[in-house]
């Protein structure tokens, strides 16, 4: 089936510092989510993407949709400590059934 | 207002019972799900409904049984509960009737269920 590589894995920097974390596949994906989980809570939607090449911000993330609908970005610029969390990556396959996969997450911790 | 509710959050309880968890969304979605996140945090869809119809059903133990009363409401009832079963069980809704917000899904706060 459709799977999500998702890297890092895991991240710990300084706060103000710029993050990345990015997603592929080995298959085209119509959507491109991006989540963030908080310790005991569930995931948040952070940024939703849906068109290829298609770039967008959220305060001071920002995510694309890649040209070739394999892959996805999210930078976070001037990062803080309350960034702390898991982030997924998330998409919608070729199917449109509904079923959203997942990335493994990249779990971010910010020194302050 | 909580968007997407589940009860209940923290869940402790011996091998062999039968347990349940309920949900409800008041988004008006078309579509709820129930996901599963392991101890290696990694989620994964186990079933998803669409007006009361089931149309994912993942490789999922028939322990497991999903009931939808109505479209605002998604139930997971386990039987015979398992140490492998521990873990946290996320609902979530979406519209799925198209358009280009149609597929974002929202989740629950999540179900904590450890089997002793």
């Known amino acids: 089936g459709q799977q999500l590589n998702q890297s890092p894995q895991s991240m710990f920097i300084q706060e103000g510092e710029d993050v990345s974390m990015n997603c592929t596949s080995s298959s085209i994906f119509n959507t491109w989510l991006w989540y963030k989980q908080d310790p005991g809570e569930g995931p948040v939607l952070l940024i939703a993407?849906?068109?290829?090449?298609e770039l967008t911000s959220n305060g001071r993330l920002t995510a694309q949709f890649g040209i070739t609908r394999k892959d996805s970005f999210l930078n976070i610029s001037a990062s803080i400590p309350s960034d702390v969390g898991i982030y997924f990556c998330a998409g919608h396959g070729s199917s449109n059934t509904g079923k959203l996969i997942f990335g493994q997450g990249t779990t971010l911790q910010v020194k302050p | 207002d909580t968007a997407v509710s589940q009860t209940p959050k923290y869940l402790v309880t011996q091998m062999g019972n039968d347990k349940s968890i309920k949900c409800e969304q008041n988004l008006g979605h078309d579509t709820m799900y129930w996901y599963k996140q392991d101890s290696k945090k990694f989620l994964k869809i186990m079933f998803s409904y669409n007006n009361k119809e089931l149309i994912i059903n993942e490789t999922v133990p028939n322990r497991f049984s999903p009931k939808s009363p109505d479209k605002a409401h998604l139930n997971l009832h386990i039987n015979s509960l398992e140490l492998g079963d521990s873990a946290v069980y996320f609902c979530?809704?979406?519209?799925?009737?198209?358009?280009?917000?149609?597929?974002?899904?929202?989740f629950g706060e999540g179900s904590w269920l450890t089997v002793v």
């Open positions: 979530a809704s979406s519209r799925i009737t198209g358009g280009p917000w149609g597929n974002t899904i929202y």
């Open positions: 993407l849906y068109k290829a090449g």
